[in-house]
């Protein structure tokens, strides 16, 4: 259990935040906007610790020297076995998610030594900054990772007279690719300050070309829009499915083209679709919370699929952060005796959030203080802000390489449906996001059963419904191992996935796609625990999409089929309002 005291003082009594005027909250607001919302008291904590501790560590300190002194050595060798012979063996290699310096013209001199120099200095930081005994963990992270974003920016891969590939491109171009680069450049930033969509993202307009699958809204509150998808087959299973997206990101990222939707995927193998398509907050909504969202998200969104469908219990599915909304109303659901749902599937969705992952990195008090001056003075965190910190956690390959190939080489990457949908970015509610970060992420509340829904704490124990669960073996924002823990956490039989690709790419994994595999295997509730390394040893590997396994798991789960419902109950208070998308979606 964890020693640390719940964090309730702000997010128990948030109206309490509504402090007078003071120069704290105007002047946290202002550095946020010139630090894209990372907190430079939550750095200096870092790096003081690192660097206090350091200081009084001479066993450290002498052990750097003799790695210095051993790269050193290792790269002068290098250097004279590359003068006779340039293709000769490397002294460093890069790791195999570090795809930088994979071209044919990094295997040649000068730019082989030039690499090898530069990973050597990356590898002597790591050791630097990490193994100082006495810094914490968190610190430690927040050092380590810090100094490789900033090693990162000077990669030999980042300039053009130490870039094998810009200047071939740039020999066979004869400069046009900066000419092209710099046309390029001028357009991004035409459309970064106008809020522009980016160049190509006018090919994936919704409703046309993306989230496409006909449907009907039946709901509309002041959170939610509830789509009811219209049948494709003669007969559907009995009971209906639910999706809970998260509202980081609009819905339609499971109705993307229609080779891509997993929407139309599960309507073409009969069964009864519904999704909630979240408003985009604006500064009138700061007073949302968690309790907001359960309420007016998932439980209306339940109670309108049990008019429209009565008498059958449902499929809820949950993804990323709808995902640990879902566990929640299902504990909830659990202890008061609610026994609506028939299954519980879960999407790259955490509940234990002790290791979420390098999104810690950016989540202490110190951050989270900041962090909350900065949306009480908009009443939102804003999209660029969330945009940022999840392009850090990859920036080799969504900052840098990007910018090599669009400003240095002059090319585009191009557009797809995927790209498009995750330029249109959504907001976070002040409370909301305060809420979640304090009571999810530092205090860990759900997987310690301290929760509140209603004045009453709620336990993932009461969870007895079949749960399947899918985690991605390259998710950086929530991790396969963290995923994984919802067996243990859960009184119920878990089948549990886990797919190649990252968070969003992992899930989008249509039958047919290329290059995709998966494994599975199902822990029934009496069975002893596995840990995740044992699971991965053991659990069949299979190749292909994870979806047909799963649409294989509702059917099993689900009832004789029966005719389709209609679209919408009018005299429940469920009428057709208007087709699919519906018009939340469309909202900027």
Known sequence: MSKRPPSLTKAATFQEERRPFSFDRPLHAAMARL?????????????????????????????LVEKAARKWTRYVDYGVRACADPGCETCIEPLPQ?????????QKQPFAAIFQGFLLTQQWWHNATTGVEGV??????????????LLDVVSPANFPLTNPDVLDATLKQGGMNFVHGAANFWGDWRRAVSDAPPVGAEAFRVGRDVATTPGKVVLRNRLIELIQYAPATDKVHAEPILIVPAWIMKYYILDLSPENSLVKYLVGKGHAVFVL????????????????????????????????????QIHAVGYCLGGTLLAIAAAAMARDGDDRLKSLTLFAAQ?????????????????????????????????????????????????????????????????????????????????????????????????????????????????????????????????????????????????????????????VSPPG???????????????????????????MHHEGSWWPCWQDWLVRHSSDQAPPPAMGAPRKGFAALEDAPGTYVLEP
């Open 35 to 63: 630090t894209a919302g990372i907190s430079p008291a939550a750095l200096m904590q870092a790096y003081t610790d690192w660097a206090q501790h350091l200081l009084f560590s001479p066993d450290k300190q002498a052990e």
């Open 277 to 312: 398509s979240w408003k985009n907050p604006t500064g009138e909504d700061r007073d949302l919370g968690m309790a907001d969202y359960r309420q007016l998200g998932v439980m209306a969104a339940l109670d309108a699929v049990s008019a429209i469908v009565p008498k059958q």
């Open 136 to 149: 914490s963990k968190h610190h430690e992270d927040v050092v380590s990772f810090v100094t490789r974003q």
């Open 351 to 507: 509940m234990d959030f002790t290791e979420a992952g390098e999104l810690m990195l950016f989540i202490d008090e110190a951050q989270v203080s900041f962090l909350e001056d900065m949306m009480a003075e908009q009443g939102y965190l804003d999209t660029r802000q969330m945009a940022g910190a999840f392009q850090l956690l990859r920036s080799n390959d969504l900052i840098w390489s990007a910018m090599v190939q669009t400003y240095l080489m002059g090319a585009r990457r191009p557009m797809i449906d995927l790209m498009a949908w995750n330029a249109d970015a959504t907001r976070m509610p002040f409370r909301m996001h305060s809420e979640y970060l304090r009571r999810l992420f530092l205090d860990n509340d759900l997987a310690e059963n301290r929760y509140a829904v209603e004045g009453r704490p709620v336990s993932l124990r009461d969870i007895r419904v079949p749960v399947f669960a899918v985690s991605t073996i390259a998710d950086h924002v929530a991790p396969w191992r963290s995923v994984y823990k919802v067996q243990m956490l859960t009184d119920a039989d878990v089948t549990f996935v886990l797919s190649n690709g990252g968070h969003n790419a992992g899930i």
């Open 98 to 106: 570090d795809k930088r310096f994979a071209g044919e013209g990094w």
């Open 513 to 539: 796609h290329p290059h995709r595999h998966h494994q599975i295997a199902t822990h029934k509730e009496d069975d002893n625990y596995v840990d995740p390394d044992a699971w991965q040893q053991a659990a």
